[in-house]
């Protein structure tokens, strides 16, 4: 038997004299440490009528007791009588203007309330007090968090790590805010500099991982992700993360092996079954994308992403007619969102629907004019439906609207030789070379017959 062990069994004798003396509707004498215990069991059963009844006593016992006055502040907290409980904090402040567990409670209450920075000027009150220097510290972090200045909720946050170098959650709360600042580079630095002292823990190599990811380091990142693997043969949030990173590498099959050593440990999780799905569909195995696309639709139906992918699959074995159900149900979550819009059309477009196709790429097109993609596709489906001239058109707007964007005038130009203006096209060319010299080869590949024709060598040369 252990300490622990007599501890418990101590406060179980207590709170079941402290019962029978309800009970029986007698009094005991307990002494103010024994009231405490029995008040902060109640907190945290949140059974607020024997908190209420064990305050009351511990205050007729001890009346002059600053302890039992700040019990009776967070009880009233707690059933939601903010204002009389900082109230009661202001009559305590008057005699006990130093006292560190008041502050904690008034910022909290501050808080709460979403007064952040108020609860900030009390919980640096509490701050330099050493047992609550940690708790303090975090306190102030998540209100500047709140506030969305995300630095000073790093700096605290450090603070409090300085203090206890074990918490290994504030590690993933400040990678967290690294992220949200896009501030990579300082993450890896933090990380590196601390695994240096304390090089076996698998968290901080796997925010390392995240920040060598977020700068497309992704080799580096998948060695980070080893290494923590390394200390932890079932973190699945390495071999997930490691998954990531083999995809930004395109090594897919090594990616769909990592995502299923996460699967191994969490078997039920939607978005790594999405994952491998993406995989699959990447290496044009779109039998077994769709497998793992329905079984994450299985497990989450909310991801409107996951019925796109089923689309794309579709499509792609010619299942069109099942694939347009399957991008109405994505769009059914969000019905601006231009990905699936571009898809809806060009399924459209690939069932004989062509005047619908357009009407959605000229949607497109007037919502979200920056989408140089849709302006490719936009004209492209009318020069495949034999009207060239309108596919020229729906291109001159984009450019116009797109002054020095390469992509355009290097499909105006192919566009204008497929359809035999080659001094025209010759001018868009020599335009599109000026600003990308090396993207001549998508004008070539759109129409091949271009690499034979000497006035466009001659501006290549």
Known sequence: MNEDFFEGREEQELLDRFNQMLQQGVSYFFDSEEFEIIIDHYFEQSNMERVSMAIKMARRQYPQSTCFKLKRARYLFFIGKSDQALNLLEQIRLFESENPEMYMLYGQILSFQNNSNKAIEQFIKAVDHEDYEESASLSIAMEYECLGNYSKAIEWMKRAFDINPENNRLLSDISFCYE???????????FNTYLEENPFNEVAWLNLGVAYFNMQLFELAVDAYDYAIAIDSDFSS????????????????????????????????ALTHFYIGECYERKMDYETA???YHRSVELNPQNPDVYAGIAVCLSECERNNEALKYIDKALDFNNKNIEY??????????????????E?????????????????????????????????????????????NAELKYRMAASLAKDGKLKEAALFFEEALRINPEGYIDAFEYYPQMKDIHIFTDLIS
């Not at 071999?239 to 990173?245: C, D, T, V």
Request: with cysteine; hydrophobic share 40%.
């Open 180 to 190: 949200i600042l896009e501030e990579y580079d300082n993450a890896a630095i933090f």
């Open 238 to 269: 390495a071999y997930f993360n490691k998954g990531n990173a083999l995809v930004g590498l395109e090594q897919f099959d090594e990616a769909i092996e990592s995502y299923k050593e996460a699967l191994r440990l969490e078997k039920n999780d």
């Open 360 to 404: 959605i790429y000229k949607e497109i097109t007037v919502n979200d004019r920056d989408n140089i993609e849709v302006w490719l596709d936009y004209s492209n489906a009318w020069i495949e439906y034999g009207d060239i001239e309108n596919g020229l058109n729906i291109l001159r707007s984009g450019v116009i609207l797109h002054p020095e």
């Open 341 to 358: 819009l571009s898809m809806q059309a060009e399924i459209l477009l690939k069932t004989g629907q062509f005047e619908k196709a357009c």
């Open 290 to 292: 769709l497998h793992y």
